[in-house]
């Protein structure tokens, strides 16, 4: 993303028809995690998911459990959020979770396509601890 600042204060343009993993969608939502706290695993079958941390700061984990893909089986992070500007698509059939750093609620921004349908929630969830995936969420820098 590029925000754009100046005395008044700053924009950003956070989803745009004509870019991709954005060009339609169903819903958009904001999503907020107190500090510390995960959320995580998710992975949808048909559903993209657009991420984008409007304040606070995220660390997002990633991994790929599509059969057949290039990158099947490997683990991802990004840090998200007010120091590092990013905007981040996943597809269809990529776990996915979040948690929050440092000492203030982070806010995301979702963008899905298409929108969420409570009769079928194309939504698979694993426990953030106890799963298959290789990623672990404590701090680092201990």
């Known amino acids: 993303l590029e925000p754009k600042a100046d005395?008044?204060?700053r924009f950003v343009e956070l989803f745009r028809h004509d870019q991709p993993g954005t060009?339609?969608?169903?819903?958009?939502?904001?999503?907020?995690?107190?500090?510390g706290v995960v959320k995580a695993w998710h992975m949808h079958k048909k559903r993209t998911d657009t991420f984008v941390c409007v304040h606070g700061m995220v660390r997002m984990g990633?991994?790929?459990d599509r059969e057949g893909s290039k990158?099947?089986?490997e683990l991802n992070q990004f840090f998200l959020g007010d120091h590092s500007p990013l905007r981040i698509t996943v597809p269809p059939?990529?776990?996915?979770?979040f948690k929050a750093l440092g000492s203030v609620e982070?806010?995301?921004?979702v963008l899905t396509d298409p929108a969420h349908?409570?009769?079928?929630?194309?939504?698979?969830?694993?426990?953030p601890v106890i799963n298959e995936i290789p990623f672990d969420w404590e701090?680092?820098?201990r």
Do not use: M
């Not at 060009?23 to 500090?35: A, C, D, E, H, W």
């Not at 059939?93 to 979770?97: A, H």
């Not at 349908?117 to 426990?127: C, I, L, N």
């Open 7 to 9: 005395e008044r204060g």
């Open 23 to 35: 060009s339609r969608y169903g819903q958009v939502n904001l999503t907020t995690l107190y500090p």
């Open 62 to 64: 990633l991994y790929d």
């Open 71 to 73: 990158s099947q089986s």
């Open 93 to 97: 059939g990529v776990w996915f979770g």
């Open 106 to 109: 982070a806010h995301l921004v």
């Open 117 to 127: 349908d409570s009769k079928w929630p194309d939504e698979e969830r694993w426990d």
């Open 139 to 141: 701090r680092r820098d």
